[in-house]
T-cell receptor, first 115, second 113 residues
């Protein structure tokens, strides 16, 4: 069965420091991987995706993510955190062979960036 | 939130009542999805539709119903059979298989009184 795990409920980081939000996945076949961000009482905003190609994927707002096939991970990173990055972050996976487009979401990680 | 609108933003319902949540998109996307979000549980798929006049159950379809009579619209009805309907409901759409990411509306918060 497909699954996504975000092992940290909350990540705290000081403004200007690098941040990492962790995600591991389990899927048969080649994975399609996604990161979304959600601000309070809002919908999810798409940040970036990995389908194939370079293991380092760059996305919106200075975020990037590194795909590691051997560790089945897709961690979200940013070199220098901003207070405005504070939000709820979701990792999602889709089996590459799926033709329904269904995504499986992790439970979310709250990122708190302190001034 | 792009070209996906959801209404109303907040909805209050008495127990035993059916309510319908609206989802409209002007992006010409083929596929549409309904998710339920509860604190600490991420998003769970309720129903999805890949084409007009066709839809499939997701992981938690019991107590919900949908229709897809137009490409732009995918309303969700929360029936009285749904035991715990208080949640944040999110609608999403996807252009096609060649573009796998989904785009989300702003959500509807349903509270059962």
């Amino acid at each position: 069965a497909q699954s996504v795990a975000q092992p940290e409920d909350q990540v705290n980081v000081a403004e200007g420091n690098p941040l990492t939000v962790k995600c591991t996945y389990s899927v048969s076949g080649n994975p399609y991987l996604f990161w979304y961000v959600q601000y309070p009482n809002r919908g999810l905003q798409f940040l970036l995706k990995y389908i194939t190609g370079d293991n380092l994927v760059k996305g919106s707002y200075g975020f990037e993510a590194e795909f590691n096939k051997s560790q089945t991970s897709f961690h979200l990173k940013k070199p220098s955190a901003l207070v405005s990055d504070s939000a709820l972050y979701f990792c999602a996976v889709r089996a590459g062979s799926s033709n329904t487009g269904k995504l499986i979401f992790g439970q979310g990680t709250t990122l708190q960036v302190k001034p | 939130d792009g070209g996906i609108t959801q209404s109303p933003k907040y909805l209050f319902r008495k127990e035993g009542q059916n309510v319908t949540l609206s989802c409209e998109q002007n992006l010409n996307h083929d596929a549409m999805y309904w998710y339920r979000q509860d604190p600490g549980q991420g998003l769970r798929l309720i129903y999805y539709s890949q084409i007009v006049n066709d839809f499939q159950k997701g992981d938690i379809a019991e107590g919900y119903s949908v229709s897809r009579e137009k490409k732009e619209s995918f309303p969700l009805t929360v029936t009285s059979a749904q035991k715990n309907p208080t949640a944040f409901y999110l609608c999403a759409s996807r252009p096609g298989l060649e573009q796998p990411e989904q785009f989300f509306g702003p959500g509807t918060r349903l509270t059962v009184l």
